[in-house]
Nanobody, 117 residues
Framework: QVQLVESGGGLVQPGGSLRLSCAAS????????LDWYRQAPGKQRELVAG???????NYADSVKGRFTITRDNAKNTVYLQMNSLKPEDTAVYYC???????????WGQGTQVTVSS
């Protein structure tokens, strides 16, 4: 059974930092590309950052220079370090694991991030 479990969300003041984690089980983690998405109330889910199986990262323009995605294949975990947080970063953040060759696609349950003073 595949599970992706996010953690690390919470309430933080503008300018603060959070680190999200997504622990995976039931998949050959090192083969998967991993993405972080977010969805704010009333908005569509959007891609925030992604990292390939080879470790190449990409970011949405809105988070470049503030967020960093990393992966630890030994721990089957992907991280999203979020710095200089803004109120517009408030959303539910979701972890996504994709193995495109076989069209496998798995989602976590999401973790709430709220940036507010």
């Amino acid at each position: 059974q595949v599970q992706l479990v996010e953690s690390g969300g919470g309430l933080v003041q503008p300018g603060g930092s959070l680190r999200l984690s997504c622990a995976a089980s039931g998949i050959t983690f090192r083969l998967y590309a991993l993405d972080w998405y977010r969805q704010a109330p009333g908005k569509q889910r959007e891609l925030v950052a992604g990292i390939t199986s080879g470790g190449d990262a990409n970011y949405a323009d809105s988070v470049k220079g503030r967020f960093t995605i990393t992966r630890d294949n030994a721990k089957n975990t992907v991280y999203l370090q979020m710095n200089s947080l803004k109120p517009e970063d408030t959303a539910v953040y979701y972890c996504n694991a994709v193995f495109r060759r076989l069209d496998f696609n798995y989602w976590g349950q999401g973790t709430q991030v709220t940036v507010s003073s």
